[in-house]
Each structure stands twice: as C-alpha cells, then as structure tokens.
C-alpha cells in the first residue's frame, strides 16, 4: 500500500454503542442501491442476510431484491435501520421479514433460518456478514469477555448459520461470508477481530470444498475501509475523521460498491466460482 498522508474526509465523530446507527452518522453512507439496476439474476430466490439493517447488509439486501429474491434480515437491535431497510426491499417489489436478536447465541441463529423458511418458503442464498469489533493498544488489554463476545459474533456465528441452512439448501445454494482485509495484513489494534477473519476464510475455503460435490458454493467478500455505522461505533473522533484515506483510492469506500460483489457471487454469473474471495478495497494489493 502507497504511503499517503492522513487526510480529514468527514466531521469528527463516534457513537458509544456497537453496531451503530446510521442516523447518527455524517455524511451519510451510500447504502440504498439507488443506482443499481437489476435484471432477474436472483428471481425468486430467498436469502438470508445478517447485519442487514444497515452498511454493507442493508446495500446487499437491497442488490438482491432488485435482482428479485425476497429477503430475511437479521440484526441486533438498531429497529428503525432495519424498517428502513424493509422499506427499501418492498420498495423493490420483494417480500422482506426482520428478526432482531443476537448472532451470538446459537439458538438465535439456528431460529432465524426457521422462521426465515417458515414465513418466505425456502433458503437459496446465506450470507454471514454480522460482526463486531472492539480495538484495543495492547493484547494483554483483551479481555476474555472481549475474546468471547468478538469470536461467537464474528465466527461462530457463521458455523451456526450454516449448520443450520445447509438442512433446508439444495444443489445451486450459496453461501457469502464477510471477511476483511484485515485477514490478510493485520491490523495491530484490532487483533482478535482480524483473526476471526482470518478465520472466515480458512472457513470459506474448507466449507466450499466439502459441499463442491453437492453443488453449494461457498465465497467469500474482504471488503477495505468502508463507511458503515460500524465505524464510529468502533474508533475515536481522530480515527474516524481520516477513516480510509490512506488507501490507494484516498478515501473510505461506500457500501453500494461492496455490495455488487455479493450480487455476483451469489448469482449464475458466478457458477465456476467457489472457495475464493473477494477484494473490494480502494486498490490495496493482497496476496492470498
């Protein structure tokens, strides 16, 4: 990655609770799709999206409705990202159900894909995109609490989600998971949250091997520095000011040009792809 210096890209700023609300943040994210134009590569399908209530889920959510799948979103507990983001999908002529509760918990996740083939009648499309993050100066000051709380989000989760739509998925199935590109460079403040990551993709990689022969593909998206609330929920008022621009790029990117990677991966278009990954992220180079 070139060296440039820091620059301010928007008002200083930070919310206390994770994952954040988009009505806080200024300006506001890019993560309404309002620009894209669908053409039927998911018609009829379902899917199921956590974290969808807002950033990069909600734009996700919002790319597969015009692409004719209904959706399930799954969030924490930010109700009025995840309304406006029902809004949106019917907005697009799709039906959408909201489930709010903790990925965390494995009962929560083995429930949501019950009540998302209940209440929408089947599950062609998973994606894992839910996840936290808590930075901290030193790794002696994470604590188990911390440890715990990151993984059973970020990781743990996504084996309980797919363990239990893998019951109702047949062959043409696929599933997304959300890594980063802090899996693959690090990031010396957020150390338990990069090795889940770095988890995702040994997961993505193992997963998509073992369901080849069914027909399942399982991929995966690393996005850079994106603007979600995710961010002034996470850094200091400094951090957030120059958030993104020491990318190739020079700037944040927005969750509408992460999202199209989730389109295609999950559509035909992708259908000799799998095991692999995904790096919408401003120019850095990763190997790997």
Request: with cysteine.
């Amino acid at each position: 990655m070139s060296e440039q210096k820091e620059k301010r890209q928007r008002p200083p700023q930070s919310q206390e609770e994770q994952p954040g609300t988009t009505e806080e943040m200024r300006p506001q994210p890019e993560d309404e799709m309002r620009n894209y134009r669908g053409c039927g590569k998911l018609a009829d399908k379902v899917a199921l999206v956590t974290g969808g209530d807002s950033g990069i889920g909600r734009a996700v959510a919002i790319g597969y409705a015009k692409e004719g799948a209904d959706v399930a979103i799954v969030y924490y507990d930010e109700h009025e990202d995840a309304q406006h983001t029902k809004e949106l999908v019917e907005e697009a002529g799709r039906r959408c159900i909201l489930i709010a509760g903790d990925v965390a918990e494995e009962a929560f996740c083995r429930q949501a894909v019950a009540d998302t083939v209940r209440d929408l009648g089947r599950l062609d499309i998973l994606v894992n995109n839910a996840a936290v993050q808590f930075p901290q100066e030193s790794l002696t000051d994470i604590s188990t609490e911390q440890l715990m709380r990151t993984y059973r989000t970020n990781i743990y989760a996504y084996f309980w989600f797919a363990q239990a739509a893998l019951e109702h998925m047949g062959e043409g199935a696929v599933i997304v998971n959300t890594t980063s590109v802090t899996a693959y460079r690090g990031n010396p403040t957020l150390i338990d949250y990069a090795s889940t990551k770095g988890a995702i993709v040994a997961f993505t990689r193992s997963l998509a091997t073992n369901l080849a022969k069914k027909g399942i593909r399982v991929n995966a998206v690393a996005p850079g520095p994106i603007w979600t609330p995710l961010i002034p929920a996470s850094f200091d008022e400094e951090k957030v000011e120059t958030f993104g621009s020491t990318q190739p790029m020079g700037r944040a990117g927005q969750p509408d040009e992460v999202a199209p990677s989730f389109v295609f991966l999950a559509s035909a278009d992708s259908s000799y792809i799998t095991g692999q990954v995904l790096h919408p992220n401003g120019g850095e180079i990763i190997n790997g």
